[in-house]
């Protein structure tokens, strides 16, 4: 069902040898990368290979995440990861969009606007009511970017707690 939601080539990305598609085991070394560049731009995260890896990989293995490749003749230049929730506000699952980042060298393109398209669209076949996100207020970038997409601040702060794992 996935590959028919984001099967749909548009005739922009497919004639400069650009698709938008499901991740596979084989991209994880460039997904990293791309998880790094993005935590070094977000001040509260620090690149962590080792995790983010491990990260990517239990995302992949998990049925109901979902995360999407922008493919240019093989070549991983930007990633987006979508998790569902159930929301008690909403009676039903929302999904958290996480990881949503292009490569530098190709920033500035719409490569993320149509990345992002593709995620909406799975989010509804899935049956998502809502879609919710993290960006990092000292980014404003990013904040420029949603901001055109039409994602609406919330009134809501985020909070969390670190928790140590027994060994």
């Known amino acids: 069902?996935?590959?028919?939601?984001?099967?749909?080539?548009?005739?922009?990305?497919?004639?400069?040898?650009?698709?938008?598609?499901?991740?596979?085991?084989?991209?994880?070394?460039?997904?990293?990368a791309l998880v790094s560049e993005l935590f070094a731009i977000e001040s509260d995260f620090k690149p962590n290979v080792r995790k983010q890896r491990q990260g990517l990989a239990y995302l992949m293995k998990c049925e109901?995440?979902?995360?999407?490749?922008?493919?240019l003749n093989h070549e991983i230049i930007a990633m987006c990861t979508l998790q569902p929730l159930i929301s008690t506000a909403e009676g039903g699952t929302v999904?958290?969009?996480?990881?949503?980042?292009?490569?530098?060298?190709?920033?500035?393109?719409?490569?993320?606007?149509?990345?992002?398209?593709?995620?909406?669209?799975?989010?509804?076949?899935?049956?998502?009511?809502?879609?919710?996100?993290?960006?990092?207020?000292?980014?404003?970038?990013?904040?420029l970017f949603f901001d055109k997409q039409q994602w609406q601040k919330t009134n809501m702060r985020v909070r969390r707690k670190k928790l140590s794992l027994p060994t």
Request: aromatic share 2%.
């Open 1 to 32: 069902m996935l590959a028919s939601v984001i099967q749909k080539k548009s005739s922009k990305l497919a004639k400069h040898g650009m698709c938008i598609r499901e991740a596979t085991t084989e991209d994880l070394h460039k997904l990293t």
């Open 64 to 71: 109901q995440a979902t995360v999407l490749v922008m493919d």
């Open 95 to 143: 999904g958290m969009v996480e990881d949503l980042i292009v490569a530098e060298a190709w920033r500035g393109q719409g490569l993320g606007t149509q990345l992002l398209n593709a995620v909406e669209k799975v989010a509804l076949a899935q049956g998502m009511s809502r879609l919710q996100l993290l960006a990092g207020r000292g980014n404003a970038e990013a904040q």
